[in-house]
């Protein structure tokens, strides 16, 4: 977003891009139309199942150019332009290809305050690109995001739209790196609330394979 | 009966009316963006909004609470309402702009919002003159913006389609445009694209804004972000006349204004009538602006040597009348669905008086160019009209026969081109005399013309057009033709210059004249140069007579006609 103020310019997006998939590709396999009907009878219009279905295809064909939005159209029987308008609204949605792994760097004002551009530029130096680049062996993309709503364990990351990193440190983000190089992801992680340590067991998820209490450390020890 | 009161006035209302519809309808001025009558309504430019209060009941008895004084007590939403997505509801208090502080604060603040990343580029802007937000930004807006960054740069001059240019910069994000591609068109062809600053619409990759209703959006942007790929940079608004009018490119008969500069039209927009176009018009009607301009003949000519020469339409009239008494009664008159039932009129009278046959007209259709709204397979307006003159769609097979046999000793073209359409082949005309009334040198007909006249087009006459649906609709001139004519200037439409500017000024000029007349005018020059008396002192008294004495326009009188038109008996 900072770049953008300095350089507020919003380019037009390719018209008529070439496609990347072929029509062979182009398809949904009996399982995921199933899934698909299945949402769809969750809503009263079809058009409501179409985030679902946006998100399947984009694990599907990690990426979501406008042959894919298509399909999506034609599976939903809705208009494609409806589909276009909802994939570039949210920037969850991948519309062009990224690496292996996202990395969503938070930079908004928690994270901020507690070193979340320091992780950012260290990421940057770590991988050699700059955020919002793909490094050469396709492996990460870095990206600067507004606020994930994690405050409370600032700084923090989210890999590939999926688990949060807390609490980050330089050998942390090693750590992180280092695995996923060597395809480990990150399991999810729940954070103890200490507002309800006392009644409620600190609100402790039980579906997720770890959980950290939550202590708020000075800022020197998380990134100096 | 229900009331409400608005900024103090009482007003009685039925059914569930929507809060802003009701103050237009009532004249009670409300600014607003994205609210469009015939669409559905999002509420998202914040412009429209008012303070709305409703009378408290007591919860257990339901009676109206009173004050001392015996008055409702009226308690007020918390915020203030978009008065396009507020229903009506009885005893309810509204205030806007007018009455309330608040209001008016409001939409002083929305609209510094909306200027924020506008260009404010009005001086160059097609809209400017005409643009809400420029007008509501002046009657309702701040005095200047607090804004001191780097304005937002979108993408400028997009062709959306061949006929839609977008200048993304200038859009307010109302979303007229996307509604009515997939609420009236239903071609869904656009989307609002991206979020919050860097949202416009576009459309989808690999989608050309293409249907044949795309130019309607042109006309509901309330800002200059969509613009005609044709009429950009032409004109400023007040240059122009526009003149309410019908368009003749179908047998809808939509009616439309002819935006007119310098005697050139420049524009077509939809004028709105419920009964016929609503508030929409096709791109084909838009786009026949050019016929009216280009390929216009220079004046009449007639046939000398083998090749058409010009001359003066004495001597046009002249020879046309050689050419009739010669034929007599093998004369053919050929009518016109393109002509107004007026010059049809006549024609059959001429017909009548030099003893020659009517043919009937050529019904130009076109099957499956018809789209059920505003399109219709036949190409031409004025069939229906033609019908309840008595006149028939020709029998193209029983004509070539008969000049084929020499039966047609002359053939009287009226505003048509039947070589263009196929019915004749050039080489049988080459044997009959022809005499032509023509609007464009395009004229395939006139290769075989002996007498060619030069008719005024839809833009520059005064008559009668029957749509198909039996709606007899009445034109008025949008532009001058050369010679001063009083029936036509009488009823010419002004610009505001013309109606604002001294006569010194010299607003209009006197360039793109075009030397034609109205056929209402040549075809009883002809007769009278034939030596019968065609006379009639005009399209009215034409008109007038035709309604006493054929029941199929009973009562289809200029004056009946009025802007909207007058439904005909059935017929």
């Not at chain 2, 309410?244 to 310098?262: E, F, L, M, Q």
């Not at chain 2, 007639?302 to 020469?309: F, T």
């Not at chain 2, 009517?358 to 059920?372: Q, R």
């Amino acid at each position: 977003m900072t770049d953008f103020i300095k350089n507020p310019v919003v380019a037009l997006p390719e018209r008529n891009p070439a496609p990347h998939f072929s029509e062979q590709e182009l398809v949904f396999s009996a399982e995921e139309k199933a899934r698909i009907a299945r949402w769809v009878s969750q809503y009263p219009t079809p058009d409501g199942a179409v985030m679902w279905v946006l998100w399947l295809a984009q694990e599907k064909f990690g990426f979501l150019p406008p042959e894919v939005l298509r399909l999506v159209a034609t599976e939903l029987d809705i208009p494609y332009a409806q589909v276009y308008g909802v994939a570039t609204f949210y920037t969850q949605y991948f519309k062009e290809k990224k690496g292996t792994y996202v990395l969503d760097v938070c930079t908004c004002f928690s994270c901020q305050l507690t070193g979340g551009c320091d992780i950012l530029h260290y990421l940057e130096e770590k991988l050699a690109i700059h955020a919002g680049e793909t490094t050469a062996d396709g492996c990460f993309t870095l990206q600067e995001v507004e606020c994930l709503g994690a405050c409370g364990s600032a700084p923090m990351l989210q890999v590939s739209n999926g688990p949060f990193v807390y609490c980050l440190t330089k050998k942390k983000v090693d750590a992180l790196i280092a695995a996923l190089r060597a395809g480990r992801m990150p399991g999810f992680t729940s954070v103890t609330l200490p507002q309800d340590e006392d009644e409620m067991g600190g609100n402790r998820r039980t579906d997720v394979e770890s959980t950290i209490e939550y202590a708020a450390l000075p800022i020197a020890v998380r990134t100096r | 009966m229900p009331s409400v009161t608005i900024d103090g006035r009482k007003y009685e209302f039925e059914g569930r009316p929507g809060l802003l519809q009701f103050c237009l309808d009532h004249g009670i001025e409300v600014p607003h963006f994205c609210y469009h009558p015939s669409m559905s309504v999002p509420a998202n430019c914040r412009q429209c909004l008012v303070d709305v209060g409703a009378p408290v009941r007591n919860r257990a008895t339901g009676e109206l609470e009173r004050s001392d004084s015996g008055e409702p007590v009226i308690r007020y939403f918390p915020k203030l309402q978009t008065s396009c997505s507020h229903t009506l509801a009885d005893g309810q208090v509204i205030h806007t702009k007018r009455t309330s502080e608040k209001v008016g604060r409001a939409q002083q603040d929305t609209l510094e919002f909306l200027l924020i990343n506008h260009p404010l580029d009005c001086p160059i802007c097609d809209q400017a003159g005409m643009c809400p937000l420029q007008i509501q930004a002046y009657k309702y807006g701040p005095e200047g913006s607090r804004f001191e960054f780097r304005k937002t740069h979108k993408p400028k001059k997009v062709k959306l389609g061949p006929r839609v240019v977008l200048d993304a910069e200038r859009c307010i994000n109302c979303t007229r445009c996307t509604r009515f591609t997939d609420e009236i068109s239903k071609s869904h062809q656009l989307t609002i694209i991206e979020r919050s600053v860097r949202n416009y619409p576009m459309t989808p990759p690999g989608v050309t804004f293409d249907e044949p209703y795309s130019m309607n959006v042109i006309d509901l942007c309330p800002v200059g972000a969509l613009t005609s790929a044709d009429f950009r940079f032409q004109a400023r608004i007040w240059e122009m006349s526009s003149t309410p009018s019908i368009t003749t490119t179908n047998a809808k008969g939509s009616n439309c204004y002819y935006w007119v500069r310098d005697n050139l039209v420049l524009r077509i927009t939809p004028r709105e009538n419920p009964a016929v176009n609503a508030y929409w018009l096709p791109d084909e009607d838009r786009l026949a602006y050019r016929r009216f301009n280009e390929d216009r003949p220079t004046g009449p000519s007639v046939r000398m040597d083998g090749a058409l020469k010009e001359t003066s339409w004495e001597a046009a009239y002249g020879r046309a009348a050689e050419i009739l008494a010669a034929a007599g009664s093998g004369t053919v008159f050929l009518a016109s669905a393109r002509a107004t039932v007026e010059d049809n009129y006549l024609l059959m009278e001429l017909a009548h008086l030099t003893g020659g046959t009517v043919a009937g007209y050529l019904p130009h259709v076109e099957p499956g160019h018809g789209d059920g709204w505003l399109r219709t397979d036949a190409r031409v307006p004025n069939g229906e009209g033609c019908r309840r003159l008595g006149l028939q769609p020709v029998d193209t097979a029983s004509l070539v026969a008969q000049i084929e046999a020499g039966a047609v000793r002359a053939l009287y073209v009226l505003e048509d081109d039947p070589v263009a359409a196929c019915v004749i082949d050039l080489a049988a005309l080459a044997a009959v005399p022809v005499i032509l009334h023509y609007y464009n040198t395009t004229n395939k007909t006139l290769a075989a013309a002996d007498v060619a006249l030069p008719a005024a087009t839809v833009a520059e006459t005064i008559g009668t057009y029957v749509n198909e649906e039996g709606r007899a609709q009445c034109v008025r001139p949008a532009k001058a033709i050369r010679g001063a004519h009083r029936t036509l200037m009488m009823r010419m439409g002004l610009s505001r210059a013309d109606q604002h500017g001294t006569p010194f000024d010299r607003w209009h000029n006197e360039s793109h004249l075009i030397n034609c007349k109205p056929s209402w005018e040549i075809l009883p020059a002809v007769a009278s140069a034939a030596g019968h008396a065609l006379d009639f002192a005009g399209p009215r008294q034409i008109m007038d007579h035709i309604a006493r004495a054929l029941p199929a326009f009973g009562g289809a009188n200029h004056k009946a006609m009025g802007p909207m038109g007058f439904k005909l008996p059935e017929a």
